[in-house]
């Protein structure tokens, strides 16, 4: 049967990002889709369009209505309002707790291969980035609680960024393991800020677990940073929210991000996340996760077939396929060029994510599933050329 999602949306020249690559190229690289917004978020925009005016916006009580809503409906996790508070994303508000939470010079734990951004909230505001491996066995990750310990003594990391689910790997941590982080970081006192924006992209019958009610220790010591522009595919319109449970913490992330001015929404921020965490928004997202999930599937089966030498790791969570390219090269970055080049098809180096990441590829699974064949074929051109050139 045909999807709503399998609609072709021409995105080449509108300014995107992602679509700015030569007319002969398929970009499959930076984390957003290629599908248009829930129809009620696309209402909800119009109508704030139709009236006309766009001046200073204030952030009204049922923004973080929603918010309480769907995190205690789908996920589990009674938030309060007043733990509550707007940023213009969750980029900025990882780098305005950096400079928050820690002072320059100190050094910030990050769990490797982790989303790339990272690294740059932490050394543009001149702090180190303190890198803790997973541990990789038979294509499979997992926490090295060892190293991660080892990481955490060191009394100059005072800070642990963490990704869940986790970005580029895919995993939905669970309960036990959120538990042994945050025990690990209550007792080398360490604070925690969790990038939680993949949470419901999870694969259907799979939910997560938001790190701060994972226990009453990890909602404690931390801060954590949700939104709606990974599910709804509205990272254009500039939305986040940043969850503290501690007052005292809440007090000083507020206070900066008040400082760096990233606490104002712009017209269209309140009216769409409202719209996305709503019973209309839930209904079209979890159609959307079936689709998504069947394209992972898919892609899984095409590789298996077409191309063993690169190897899907099994993910939860994201749209992202982490491709262990291992078999053939320690060098993702010319295996990624090689790949441009032959075949047009523009992929994310996994190099840029550190750990082990300079043996893998990072695709993007968003899309039609027709344009996802036609990114499958292209890899294994460029897979099978960069093989005959070896």
Not at 11 to 27: G, I, Q
Not at 50 to 61: E, K, L, M, R
Not at 103 to 131: C, E, K, M, W
Not at 279 to 286: E, F, I, N, Y
Request: charged share 20%.
């Amino acid at each position: 049967m045909t999807s709503q999602f399998d609609n072709i949306v021409d995105r080449r020249h509108t300014n995107s990002m992602k679509w700015d690559v030569a007319d002969h190229e398929l970009p499959m690289w930076v984390a957003d889709m290629d599908f248009p917004t829930a129809p009620v978020v696309h209402e909800a925009i119009i109508r704030r369009a139709n009236h006309g005016i766009f001046g200073y916006t204030d952030v009204p009580s049922d923004f973080s209505q929603a918010l309480c809503w769907w995190w205690r409906e789908r996920h589990g996790w009674h938030i309060q309002p007043e733990w509550l508070h707007f940023c213009t994303g969750v980029v900025p508000a990882l780098s305005s707790m950096v400079r928050s939470l820690t002072d320059v010079g100190d050094r910030i734990a990050v769990i490797t291969p982790a989303y790339n951004i990272f690294f740059h909230s932490i050394l543009n505001s001149n702090r180190q980035v303190a890198p803790c491996d997973l541990r990789y066995d038979n294509g499979e990750y997992s926490v090295d609680f060892p190293a991660l310990e080892a990481t955490l003594a060191d009394p100059k990391v005072t800070l642990l960024i963490l990704c869940n689910p986790h970005n580029p790997v895919g995993i939905l941590w669970d309960r036990q393991t959120l538990e042994r982080i945050g025990d690990m970081c209550d007792r080398h006192k360490v604070t925690v800020i969790s990038d939680e924006i993949h949470c419901d992209i999870s694969a259907p019958n799979c939910s997560y677990i938001p790190f701060a009610a994972a226990s009453p220790t990890c909602s404690r010591i931390s801060a954590t940073c949700l939104s709606a522009s990974k599910a709804f595919n509205i990272a254009g319109i500039q939305a986040a929210a940043v969850v503290v449970p501690n007052a005292q913490l809440r007090e000083d992330i507020v206070r900066g991000l008040n400082r760096d001015e990233v606490a104002e929404p712009n017209v269209f921020a309140i009216d769409a996340t409202v719209a996305a965490f709503s019973p209309r928004g839930a209904q079209w997202l979890d159609s959307l996760r079936r689709y998504l999930w069947e394209n992972r599937r898919h892609a899984e089966d095409y590789l298996a077939k077409y191309l063993p030498v690169v190897r899907a790791i099994p993910a939860q969570a994201t749209y992202l396929l982490w491709l262990d390219c291992s078999a053939i090269t320690t060098d993702s970055t010319k295996l990624t060029a090689c790949i441009r080049k032959t075949s047009g098809l523009v992929l994310s180096d996994g190099a840029i994510f550190r750990g082990n990441g300079q043996e893998f590829l990072r695709l993007n699974l968003a899309c039609p599933r027709s344009q996802l064949d036609d990114g499958l074929q292209r890899l294994r051109t460029g897979v099978l050329a960069y093989l005959a050139q070896a």
